[in-house]
């Protein structure tokens, strides 16, 4: 079965897989202790941690081994801001960072601190000069991603990372999905990332604290991990870790590029999704990107019931459709880029995908966006006006004419009935005349302007409305 979420989580690397033996048998000693096992121990740490080091691209004395990548993004941002707090306690950082730094940003916020966040293009890449803008006196630190997790656009960071040392500002870059890829360009004072990410064990994430970087760790200390990762570590996951993102780089080197090879196979997902399924947004910048991470959302789709269709099919991929979530929220990071989040598909391909399972996938993903989009009543190639008479009945929305316009009741129903619902109704009135869809339904604030976007209508704005929001469309033509 083709495992096409590597941004979740890669597949263990063999040579992890050899490592972890390996090490359960030669590491399972305290490190800190004087005795034989405890120095052989301490050999294999050493080992590893300057594995790690030298592909983060710091000294293996500015790297911590943590039990997880969310972890180090923790440490790393509150051990900054403690050290940090008599610069300042504002908390600059990009909107599509990853949940971890948006939670630990709620928390600095709820203590007393402060946010700025920097907005993104419509393909998810921050600007340079809005960065350079949030930094003022009161700023202790900025993060910005190095890659981003949901769509793959790649960040300015050496840019961003100059601009931040201009200021005296620490930048901590997220290189979780970066950095299986390469070590991440400029002059950063902090960077995490996570072993699962790159084909290594869950449970090791990497934090690296950059000399001259002010720091101080949070909560009680011991003697391991420069007091930055207290407790004992899992010794044998983290030399598999670091033997693993070692072997990674070591063949990227001396063999074929595989990122070349990954970059070409999602450009023809890029290109060949478009032309086989209509109605479809690739989202995420075509040129700074991941070389093996492509997004796409199809309008008229259930995220959750696409899924569904592909595992069935054989596909493993993931979503950021608020169809797939319990919150029923989109994605921060697609609402953001202010793009549409319906039917959302990540395809993110580990180390080794073949050609012909890219290939076939190609091939079962148009009749399973079909079958969803059957469910609803919308045929594939009709436009979508034309579908209101056998749609009506599926979905059970109302359309009334009132002296405004046609108006559509779609309170109580979720993504993504609203859009459908506007899009059977705006074919039934006058170039000129207005739409107003009525929803409770969060998704709707972020799909229906994408919607608009996509099928060159006018997106009116947003009114109150006794319950939900009232979401006003005008047809151009």
């Not at 070591?250 to 999704?273: F, K, M, N, Q």
């Not at 148009?366 to 008479?389: I, L, M």
């Not at 302007?449 to 947003?462: D, F, H, K, T």
Request: glycine content about 10%; proline content about 7%; overall charge negative.
């Amino acid at each position: 079965m083709p495992y096409f979420d590597a941004a979740s989580a890669a597949p263990l690397h063999p040579v992890a897989r050899e490592a972890l033996l390996a090490s359960l048998d030669e590491g399972w000693a305290d490190p800190v202790r004087l005795h034989r096992e405890g120095r052989r121990a301490r050999m294999l740490l050493d080992a590893a941690r300057e594995a790690a080091a030298e592909a983060v691209g710091c000294r293996p004395d500015e790297l911590t081994f943590t039990p997880s990548g969310t972890h180090a993004v923790h440490s790393g941002i509150f051990g900054t801001l403690a050290a940090r707090r008599r610069a300042g306690r504002r908390l600059v950082h990009s909107a599509v960072e990853h949940s971890a730094v948006l939670h630990a940003a709620e928390v600095h916020e709820a203590a007393g601190g402060t946010l700025t966040e920097v907005a993104v293009d419509r393909t998810g890449r921050v600007a340079p000069g809005e960065v350079a803008a949030a930094l003022g006196a009161d700023a202790a630190l900025v993060c910005v991603q190095s890659a981003n997790h949901e769509v793959g656009t790649e960040q300015p960071v050496e840019e961003v990372a100059g601009l931040c040392r201009e200021a005296g500002v620490p930048l901590l870059v997220d290189a979780a999905q970066s950095l299986p890829w390469g070590t991440v360009p400029g002059a950063w004072s902090v960077l995490a990332a996570s072993a699962h990410k790159w084909g290594g064990p869950p449970g090791v994430g990497l934090l690296a604290v950059r000399k001259g970087t002010r720091f101080s760790p949070q909560g009680p200390l011991d003697e391991r991990e420069s007091g930055r990762s207290p407790g004992f570590g899992n010794l044998p996951a983290v030399v598999a870790a670091a033997a693993s993102l070692r072997a990674l780089r070591a063949a990227a080197e001396s063999g074929p590029d595989e990122a070349a090879r990954l970059r070409g196979l999602v450009e023809r997902i890029r290109t060949r999704v478009p032309e086989l399924v209509p109605d479809v947004e690739v989202v995420g910048d075509p040129v700074h990107r991941l070389p093996h991470l492509v997004t796409f959302s199809c309008l008229y789709v259930d995220g959750e019931a696409l899924l569904y269709e592909l595992d069935r099919s054989g596909f493993s991929v993931s979503s950021g459709s608020s169809c797939t979530s319990s919150t029923l929220t989109p994605s921060h990071v697609l609402r953001a880029m202010g793009v549409l989040s319906e039917g959302n598909v990540r395809v993110s391909l580990p180390y080794g995908t073949g050609e012909a399972d890219v290939e076939r996938f190609l091939e079962v993903l148009p009749e399973a966006v079909r079958s969803v989009r059957e469910r609803f009543g919308v045929p594939v190639r009709e436009e979508p006006a034309a579908a209101a008479t056998t749609a009506a009945e599926t979905v059970g929305a109302a359309a009334e004419e009132g002296p405004g316009g046609v108006v559509v009741d779609a309170l109580g129903r979720r993504c993504p009935i609203p859009v459908i619902e506007l899009a059977k109704a705006i074919g039934g009135v006058p170039v000129g005349g207005t739409v107003t869809v009525l929803s409770d339904d969060e998704a709707a604030r972020q799909d229906i302007p994408a919607w608009c976007a996509m099928r060159g209508q006018e997106y009116v704005g947003e009114q109150p409305a006794e319950r939900g929001a009232a979401y006003v469309v005008r047809r151009r033509g």
